[in-house]
């Protein structure tokens, strides 16, 4: 029994430089040190015959609720639910109680994923009007993915609304910043198209003008400084063309549901379960976003993982919360796509490994090289499932999938080196470490 490798995959098909190879991986410890034809033998064999390997599915926008609201999730709960979808890694918000807007909440965090997280893990450390000075001493910090900016309110009370405090958080930032761009004075003004009752209402209410008016104005701050950021959940076929623009200083993100769902379907089926900030919208912002997605110009893909509770879901509108779970889905949905020819998988894999990786700056990961770590997603490309809410391990227990058949699913997720998942069940424990950048 050689002990060159502690773990290998016996032919897979290996995507590496853009194509599908059938080649053998061999993993030492966390780091992929054998790409090619591999006779010695291993106390731990996967065979990944007629299995596609990718590089592990990477999430950057989840709000996993800890501390604070963690009836609907937690740290352990939230990274579960992830290896069991194929995510090897996350980004978490800031936006909790209290938010993680100082290096003591942000080290409590820390401290508190240890040996608890299923996946590997970065945090977002939440800009507020108040810590603006603390912003350009976070180029070295463990685990921190970048800066938060909540434009428009959601969620958690989290808010940099003032055009010249964003200015100060996007000017005074060494790291990129993420942005929820919504004009929170537009949000505040149109209050008055709220319809009781009726969730038909949400995208009337927080509007196109309410995200592109926010969307403009942080592009044209960070074009000013020459700053990067990163706008996330885009919505609108305005934002759209808007950002193909302004390329430079900003890169930017969609989410599954966007490219799933749209009004007033959603919001028939589902109710308040689809209301989520911001919106879904019409389908013509949906067409838009998948011409964004086929012609390369979307850049990442999020979940945007947001759970509640039914009982908090079932409130009537607007009292009902808005925000819906995404990180166990955010990838069957996404390979389904690709195998209905919505896009490649080589895109895929651009928008959930390789681009994360490039933006953000994460260090050996996000490709299937010799030397990088080991962490892998394992998919049968021909496997279909029907989504349930039973099969949702996020402790709100629903999804807004339920009932929606995917071809393609996650069999195995390598953390670390480490087969966490294989077939829909959890093989071992708490393997996440943080990630570096």
């Known amino acids: 029994m050689s002990n060159n490798y502690t773990f290998i995959l016996k032919n897979g098909l290996c995507f590496i430089n853009g194509k599908l190879l059938k080649t053998d991986l061999g993993i030492l410890n966390n780091k992929i040190i054998k790409i090619g034809d591999i006779k010695e033998n291993s106390q731990n064999i996967y065979d990944a015959s007629e299995k596609v390997i990718l590089p592990g599915i990477i999430d950057t926008q989840v709000h996993f609720r800890e501390p ?58 939440g800009a507020t009007p108040q810590n603006t000075d603390q912003l350009s001493d976070l180029k070295g910090l463990e685990g921190c993915c970048g800066i938060k900016l909540f434009a428009g309110s959601s969620t958690g009370n989290l808010l940099v609304d ?52 926010s969307t403009r104005r942080v592009v044209k701050i960070a074009e000013r400084y020459e700053k990067k950021i990163h706008v ?62 086929k012609n390369d110009i979307v850049d990442v893909l999020g979940s945007d993982h947001a759970p509640h509770t ?28 690709v195998n209905t020819g919505k896009l490649s998988l080589s895109q895929l894999v651009k928008l959930m490994c390789e681009n994360p990786c490039k933006i953000f700056g994460i260090k ?57 998942m294989s077939d829909g069940k959890i093989l071992i424990n708490s393997k996440g470490k943080p990630l570096n950048f």
């Open 68 to 125: 604070g609201s963690t009836n609907a999730e937690d740290l352990e709960s939230g990274s579960r639910a992830a290896v069991l979808g194929g995510v090897t890694s996350l980004f978490e918000m800031p936006n909790t109680n209290p938010p993680t807007s100082n290096l003591t909440e942000f080290n409590k965090k820390l401290k508190a994923a240890k040996n608890r997280m299923h996946s590997n893990y970065a945090f977002y450390f």
């Open 162 to 213: 003032k055009e010249s405090d964003i200015e100060k958080v996007i000017s005074n930032s060494n790291r990129i910043v993420s942005i929820h761009s919504e004009d929170e004075d537009i949000i505040r003004l149109r209050k008055k198209f709220i319809k009781k009752g009726d969730v038909h209402s949400h995208p009337e209410w927080r509007n196109v003008e309410c995200a592109m008016s």
């Open 232 to 293: 996330l959940h885009v919505t609108t076929k305005e934002e759209v063309e808007f950002l193909a623009m302004h390329k430079k200083n900003v890169t930017f993100e969609t989410t599954p549901q966007h490219l799933t769902m749209y009004a007033p379907d959603c919001y028939n089926q589902l109710g308040t379960y689809a209301q989520m900030n911001p919106p879904l919208r019409t389908k013509e912002h949906y067409d838009k976003l998948w011409n964004a997605i």
């Open 310 to 337: 039914k009982e908090e879901k079932n409130r009537e509108y607007p009292n009902s919360p808005s925000g819906m779970p995404g990180v166990q889905t955010i990838f069957p949905i996404m390979i389904n796509h």
């Open 364 to 420: 050996n990961k996000g490709f299937i090289k010799e030397g990088y770590d080991a962490d892998l997603t394992i998919v049968d490309m021909e496997k279909e499932v029907t989504i349930k809410d039973n099969m949702i391990a996020s402790k709100c227990g629903w999804t807004p999938f339920n009932n929606y058949k995917v071809k393609g699913f996650p069999v195995g997720t390598v953390v670390n080196g480490i087969l966490v």
